[in-house]
T-cell receptor, first 111, second 116 residues
Framework: QKEVEQDPGPLSVPEGAIVSLNCTYS??????FMWYRQYSRKGPELLMY????GNKEDGRFTAQVDKSSKYISLFIRDSQPSDSATYLC???????????FGIGTKLQVIP | GAVVSQHPSRVICKSGTSVKIECRSL??????MFWYRQFPKQSLMLMAT?????????EQGVEKDKFLINHASLTLSTLTVTSAHPEDSSFYIC????????????FGPGTRLTVL
């Protein structure tokens, strides 16, 4: 079993839809959770960074962490074609420990 | 802020040659930088952790004599792929951790290496 599981998709949604992206993990020591956006042939861009359980909102993006279920989510409201990219979840136990990445979910927002 | 650059963005070389990739933190100091490799439709795989002024720490299965890492300053780390072979063709991405802040890693744009 991988430490971090993420559905690779692809996920196609119409413009304006609410997108839900998810990851599950097995290591209960993980406390820091990140979401990255990666456009084709580019490096990942940090979107959201959260610590422990709870919600964090930034513009159209909301990150949720449920440590009891070992489940994290990223919601994108009013999705735009420019949101089309691969979204990677990532996490570590903090203290400058190695970051473990999900495989990434490919999202396509159709105009 | 938190900009990381990589050079070159793309390189094509012949089998048996060596290739050097540079990773720079442009607006912050990074005592720690990371080198990842990403194959198509796969996640980022950490190759090594580069610490300024000391030897890099390599992940299991990564040959340290083949992938030479030098972190000579707080803003520059280099990865040299020695005696490259076609199976080394991949997307190499570096990231850097801001020494002055917390746990976040900021990624460079990546280097596409093709070995003929």
């Amino acid at each position: 079993q991988k430490e971090v599981e993420q559905d690779p998709g692809p996920l196609s949604v119409p413009e304006g839809a609410i997108v839900s992206l998810n990851c599950t993990y097995s290591n209960s020591a993980f406390q820091y959770f990140m979401w990255y956006r990666q456009y084709s042939r580019k490096g990942p861009e940090l979107l959201m960074y959260t610590y422990s359980s709870g919600n964090k909102e930034d513009g159209r993006f909301t990150a949720q962490v449920d440590k009891s279920s070992k489940y994290i989510s990223l919601f994108i409201r009013d999705s735009q074609p420019s949101d089309s990219a691969t979204y990677l979840c990532a996490m570590n136990s903090g203290g400058y420990q190695k970051v473990t990445f999900g495989i990434g979910t490919k999202l396509q927002v159709i105009p | 802020g938190a900009v990381v650059s990589q050079h070159p963005s793309r390189v094509i070389c012949k089998s048996g040659t060596s290739v050097k990739i540079e990773c720079r933190s442009l607006d912050f100091q990074a005592t720690t930088m990371f080198w990842y490799r990403q194959f198509p439709k796969q996640s980022l795989m950490l190759m090594a952790t580069s610490n300024e002024g000391s030897k890099a720490t390599y992940e299991q299965g990564v040959e340290k004599d083949k992938f030479l890492i030098n972190h000579a300053s707080l803003t520059l780390s280099t990865l040299t792929v020695t005696s490259a072979h076609p199976e080394d063709s991949s997307f190499y991405i570096c990231s850097a951790r801001d020494s002055g802040s917390g746990n976040e890693q900021f990624f460079g744009p990546g280097t596409r290496l093709t070995v003929l």
